[in-house]
């Protein structure tokens, strides 16, 4: 059976449909999967099960990469499509079922809204699959009589992201008071050109572990051994949230009844402002609207749950 995917290019809507990939993955344990994904997100599949082959989506002018994609995918009868983009090109390829996405409502969970849509009788968790490669690296960087404290600064949008100098702040007062603990950096190489001067200041170096540019699994293999993950509303984010260590996510300008951190081990901590009052504004695309944040009230939120 061949199953074609096309799915988003952001790395963390990839994650949030993991768990339907991995549904008919199970429903149909001799099918070939072919994903149509975006280059940032395609890492998160290299050890899937039933991956036969990836399409990469380079975005072209004029939309010109779906007109490559469908020449790609239009020999092929595919028994089943699932477009998670809502995208043209699943109209005009021969297939027997096809199920393409909609997204229904910005109050309800996009992981809750798949598993309703797939009508799954249990809930779509998302999932990801490392190997044992990576897993042997992180056993010889992280010792099991310490904590580790996953800090994600970065995101796709600048409005979103809270302030770096916070970040260091209460990394300072974590480590502060967690002797026996570090703190782990991840992101991308992009972000550890950014942040990475202003995340470490007057923080003992010897207590940092810097794995950002890492690849999506291996980062995850990191997570997953980690005790505790904070970060703004990211790919990362949703990242943690999947491994099921304690995930507090920061919002703002974005909707944590959709995109949430999603498991019981999750958290969130939002602006005063709500998601509401930020489609009355016009947002500044170059400009932080999570300072009513404070260092304080992450630091005071994590020793209220016991996290660490």
């Given amino acids: 059976m061949n199953i074609l995917v096309i799915s988003s ?26 994903l149509v994904v975006g280059p940032s997100a395609a890492q998160i599949y290299k050890n899937f099960p039933n991956v036969n082959k990836l399409i990469i989506v380079n975005k ?21 499509i699932i477009d998670f983009r809502s995208s043209l090109i699943s109209y005009f390829l021969f297939r027997k079922k ?3 996405y909609f997204k229904y409502s910005n109050d309800i969970h996009q992981i809750q809204q798949l598993t309703n849509f797939f009508n799954l009788e249990k809930i779509a968790y998302p999932i ?31 409005p979103k992201i809270w302030p770096i100098e916070n970040y260091n702040k209460l990394s300072q007062i974590l480590l502060n008071d967690h002797k026996d603990a570090f703190i782990v950096l991840v992101g991308s190489k992009s972000e550890k050109e950014k942040f990475k001067k202003k995340l470490i200041k ?56 959709l995109y949430a951190p999603f498991g019981e081990n999750c958290f969130i ?8 009052d930020f489609n009355n504004i016009k947002i500044d695309k170059n400009k932080s609207y999570m300072h009513s944040i404070k260092v304080d009230d992450v630091f005071e939120f994590i020793n209220n749950k016991k996290i660490i």
């Fill in 98 to 100: 096809s199920y393409i």
């Fill in 202 to 257: 007057n923080v003992d170096e010897k207590r940092i572990i810097d794995i950002m540019g890492e690849n999506i699994t291996q980062t995850y293999s990191f997570i997953k051994r980690s005790n505790l993950f904070i970060g703004n509303d990211s790919g990362l984010m949703h990242l943690s949230a999947a491994s099921n260590i304690p995930t507090i996510g920061l919002f703002g300008p974005t909707n944590d009844k």
């Fill in 269 to 276: 901590i939002r602006t005063k402002e709500n998601y509401q």
């Fill in 60 to 80: 072209e002018k004029f939309s010109l990469h779906w007109f490559k994609i469908w020449k790609k995918c239009i020999f092929f009868k595919w028994d089943i």
């Fill in 9 to 34: 290019n952001l790395i963390g809507d990839n994650i949030l449909s993991t768990g339907i990939i991995k549904y008919f993955s199970k429903k149909h344990p001799n099918s070939k999967f072919t």
């Fill in 128 to 158: 990801i699959y490392n190997n044992e490669n990576e897993e042997n690296i992180v056993k010889k960087k992280l010792l099991f009589d310490k904590k580790y404290i996953i800090i994600a600064p970065g995101g796709n949008w600048f």
